[in-house]
Nanobody, 128 residues
Framework: QLQLVESGGALVQPGGSLRLSCAAS????????IGWFRQAPGKEREGVSC????????NYAFSVKGRFTVSRDNAKKVVYLQMNSLNPEDTAAYYC?????????????????????WGQGTQVTVSS
C-alpha cells in the first residue's frame, strides 16, 4: 500500500518560511492526487491544498492562498508545501494524504473522508 511520510516541520518566527515534504513509498506517486491538511489542538483537521497527479492543477484554502505553494516531483516521489509569511494561526500538525479519486483535478479542497492513506504528520509552530 502507499505510504506517506511528512517532514520539514519546525519552530519558526512569524513572517518566516518553511518547506514541508511528503515522501511516498510503496507505489509510484504519479498516480495519486495529494492533499495537505493541518490540525491545530482542539480543532478539526482542515484541508490546506491539493495537487493533481501530474501537478498541473492545484488548489488552496482561502486562509493560505498567496502564501503557500504546493508542488511535486514524481520522479523523486515527493510532494512539497512551501509556506511563506507564516503567522501563529498556521501553527498545527501538517499531514499529507492521497485522494481516493486518482482522476480528480483539484477543482476544490476535498474533505478528509475523501482521502485514503495518511502520513503521521509533522509539527509546525509559528512563534516569537
Amino acid at each position: 500500500q502507499l505510504q506517506l511520510v511528512e517532514s520539514g516541520g519546525a519552530l519558526v518566527q512569524p513572517g518566516g518560511s518553511l518547506r514541508l515534504s511528503c515522501a511516498a513509498s510503496g507505489f509510484t506517486l504519479d498516480s495519486y492526487v495529494i492533499g495537505w491538511f493541518r490540525q491545530a489542538p482542539g480543532k478539526e483537521r482542515e484541508g490546506v491544498s491539493c495537487i493533481s497527479s501530474s501537478g498541473g492543477n492545484t488548489n488552496y484554502a482561502f486562509s493560505v492562498k498567496g502564501r503557500f505553494t504546493v508542488s511535486r516531483d514524481n520522479a523523486k516521489k515527493v510532494v512539497y508545501l512551501q509556506m511563506n509569511s507564516l503567522n501563529p494561526e498556521d501553527t498545527a500538525a501538517y499531514y499529507c494524504a492521497d485522494l481516493l479519486d486518482s482522476f480528480a483535478t483539484c477543482s476544490r479542497i476535498y474533505e478528509v473522508y475523501e482521502y485514503e492513506y495518511w502520513g503521521q504528520g509533522t509539527q509546525v509552530t509559528v512563534s516569537s
